[in-house]
Every structure is written in structure tokens, then in C-alpha cells.
């Protein structure tokens, strides 16, 4: 049985290898195509983190002091006062909830006007200390923070630094991180990864089963003294090993372009926030998603007369793998629970987006790759069934 598995998967191989036109569309085409593509949503979306020339910084403002109520005139600030403390937290918590309605909170102590008067630099006492939260996930929020601090940075000179601004190793930004990963490329990535893995594994299985039954070779193969069970299991390893190669490109593509697509050093959002172990868990959800694909493809191409027909069989498929895609765009069908991730296709895009804005859950994970195996054990399972008949093998 091994030495007739192998020899068709060296049959197989040296198919694949010797054909330039696969190897391109299957193996370089794919990573070369993401890193392209997503290098350049890098540089479109990361324009729409610019601010309006016109912007002007909504601000909250506990016990406000007179100088600060002077220079609402000469920065682009709108002012609000808020009345106690109760306020400021509850604007505290829509600013960390990434609402709109201002753009930041500075807390300045009780009787600062004065207590900046009174304060002599060269004592060792503690300055003034004027408390800035901001939201990082928002980029005006981003922007208005980095005005406010400019604007009293430039008042303190003038004041010889007689106060300080976020002093200490407070934390004011009331963003997360997972918020300041952009969970745009979240909801938009795993759409895109499908369709590149969709057309890998289309380049390569319906040439390879229903381009020899076109062919005839398929007869040829299908009376040897080879068993038809070990004649499937070669194709399909062999296939899968290739799909294998294909969504490892998809991958590095995926890798190599997170920064620019992440918008560069210096962007609001950043590709750093992405570890080892979700570059890890990625690679796995697509090598896992290759496997079906791949099976799935086989499936349809053994029961097709000829690659054409293969392939109008198989691009409604992808079309509903796309669909399946774009429901991580869609936060109603976008599940949590576990049993939703035995269903193939879209347990692989929940799976990536979840990884993408570090929303990651272990169990679904487990169970993505788990069901991916189990189904690609079922695919090979009815092709070798498909291959044993002859209504369908011998199909014209």
C-alpha cells in the first residue's frame, strides 16, 4: 500500500513541479497577491486615521481653571466644564467606550491658578499635576490629546515648568489594546484570506482528477493493479501536501504585510500588537482551512466530466466560502459559542478575524482545527468511495 501511495504522489508531484504555470498560480501567486493587496489597503486606510484640517478638540474639563478658559480662544478647543466628580467618571467611562460625544478628559486640581503662582521651581515639592485621558482607538480622541498636551507644554514653559502634565506612570490612555489594533482589518482580512486559498487549491484539484478523466488517463490509472482506495489517498495527500505549500504562502503574505497593512511606525494602530502566538494560532486555522478546501474541490472534480465543468461546479462554492467570509464583518453572525465553529468554512473566518483583533479563544480555536481534520478525514473517506465506482469514474 505505502509504495503505491507514494508512487502516485510522485506521479502527482512531479506534475505539479514541472508545470510553471501552477507553481505560479498556487505557490507565489497567492502571497505575492496578499502582500500586494494588503500592503496597499495599508496605505488607504491608514489615510482615514488623518484629521479634518478644521478639527477642533471636544474637551471636558473638571475644576477648570481661568487660564484654561483663555486659551479656548487661541487653540481649536470646545471647552465643557463638569460640575463634580460623578460627571468625570461618567465621561470618563464613554470616552474608554470610545463614544463620540468629546474627545477628551483633563482633570485639573482644585485652585491651580493659584497654586502655579505660588509654586517656586526650585523647591522639591510636588508640582501641579494635570491628569489628560484620551482614548488611543479614536483618532480624534489621538489627535486631540496630542494638541492638549502640546498646548500646555507650551504654557508651562512660559510659566518656567511650574506644573506637570500626566506625570508619573499613570495610565490615561482608556483604550485597550485589542481597540487599537483596528478591527476593520479584523472584519476585512478573512474574506480576502478565503478567496486566496479558494483559487490556490481551485489551480491545482481540478486538473489533477477531473483533467484525467477529460484526458482519459484516469481509465488508465483506474486498471493497474493499484487499489483505487490507495490511488484516492495518494491524490489527496499529495494535493493536500500542495494545498499545504499554498496556504503557507498565503500566510507569509498575511506576515510580510501586516506592518504596511497595520498603516506603518507611527500609525494609530500597529502591527506590533501581534505575538508569536497569533501568528501561530493564524497558521494553523489556514493550514487546517487548506485541507478542506482541498477535499472539498476533490469531491466536486470526481464527479465532474471535464475541468470546465469542475470549475463552474466549484465557483459557487466559493462564492458562499466568501459569504462565509464577510460574516466577520457582520457582529449578529458572528458567534461565540463553540458549536458554531463546527461548521466548516465559517469556523475558519471567526477563527481568523477572533485572531486578528486579539479577541482569541483557545477552545474555539481547538475546535475549528479538530472539526477541519475531521472533515478532511471525511473527504478522503468519499473520494476513495467515488473512485471505487465506475458510474462515476467512467462518467462522459
Given amino acids: 500500500?505505502?509504495?503505491?501511495?507514494?508512487?502516485v504522489m510522485k506521479k502527482e508531484f512531479t506534475r505539479f513541479f514541472t508545470d510553471s504555470r501552477m507553481v505560479l498560480t498556487t505557490l507565489l501567486m497567492p502571497g505575492i497577491m496578499i502582500y500586494l493587496l494588503y500592503s496597499v489597503m495599508g496605505s488607504g486606510i491608514s489615510s482615514q486615521f488623518e484629521t479634518k484640517e478644521d478639527f477642533q478638540a471636544k474637551v471636558c474639563v473638571q475644576n477648570m481653571p481661568e487660564s484654561i478658559k483663555a486659551m479656548a480662544g487661541e487653540a481649536p478647543f470646545l471647552f465643557t466644564e463638569l460640575p463634580g466628580q460623578p460627571e468625570t467618571d461618567q465621561a470618563l467611562e464613554s470616552l474608554g467606550e470610545g463614544e463620540e460625544l468629546y474627545d477628551l478628559v483633563a482633570v485639573f486640581p482644585e485652585g491651580f491658578d493659584e497654586w502655579v503662582a505660588a509654586y517656586d521651581v526650585s523647591q522639591k515639592s510636588a508640582a501641579p499635576a494635570v491628569e489628560i485621558y484620551y482614548n488611543s482607538s479614536v483618532t480624534d480622541s489621538q489627535t486631540a490629546y496630542v494638541m492638549m498636551t502640546e498646548a500646555l507644554d507650551a504654557y508651562e514653559s512660559s510659566l518656567a515648568n511650574k506644573f506637570d502634565v500626566n506625570p508619573g506612570n499613570g495610565s490615561y490612555d482608556l483604550a485597550s489594546e485589542e481597540d487599537t489594533s483596528a478591527k476593520m482589518f479584523s472584519m476585512m482580512v478573512p474574506m480576502l484570506m478565503m478567496v486566496f486559498l479558494f483559487s490556490g487549491c481551485m489551480a491545482i484539484a481540478p486538473e489533477s482528477i477531473a483533467g484525467e478523466k477529460e484526458r482519459g488517463t484516469i481509465a488508465t490509472l483506474l486498471v493497474t493493479p493499484v487499489k483505487r482506495s490507495h490511488?484516492?489517498?495518494g491524490k489527496i495527500l499529495s494535493l493536500s501536501v500542495i494545498a499545504i505549500l499554498s496556504g503557507l504562502s498565503s500566510f507569509l503574505g498575511t506576515m510580510l504585510s501586516l506592518p504596511k497593512l497595520m498603516g506603518g511606525e507611527g500609525s494609530a494602530i500597529n502591527a506590533g500588537v501581534y505575538g508569536i502566538k497569533e501568528y501561530l494560532l493564524l497558521l494553523l486555522v489556514i493550514l487546517t482551512t487548506a485541507l478542506v478546501i482541498v477535499?472539498?474541490?476533490?469531491?466536486v472534480s470526481a464527479?465532474?466530466?471535464?475541468?470546465?465543468?469542475a470549475t463552474g461546479w466549484v465557483t459557487p462554492i466559493m462564492i458562499i466560502s466568501m459569504l462565509l467570509g464577510v460574516t466577520s464583518m457582520v457582529e449578529s453572525l458572528c458567534k461565540t459559542e463553540p458549536i458554531w465553529f463546527l461548521i466548516p468554512l465559517y469556523n475558519s473566518a471567526q477563527c481568523m478575524s477572533n485572531i486578528f483583533s486579539l479577541e482569541i479563544n483557545v477552545v474555539n480555536i481547538a475546535v475549528t482545527v479538530i472539526a477541519n481534520i475531521c472533515y478532511t478525514g471525511l473527504g478522503v473517506f468519499v473520494l476513495t468511495k467515488m473512485f471505487d465506482s465506475e458510474k462515476v469514474m467512467f462518467s462522459k
Avoid: D, Q
Wanted: proline share 0%; hydrophobic share 60%.
Fill in 295 to 299: 477535499a472539498l474541490i476533490s469531491i
Fill in 231 to 233: 490511488l484516492a489517498l
Fill in 1 to 7: 500500500m505505502k509504495s503505491n501511495m507514494v508512487t
Fill in 303 to 309: 464527479f465532474a466530466k471535464n475541468v470546465k465543468e
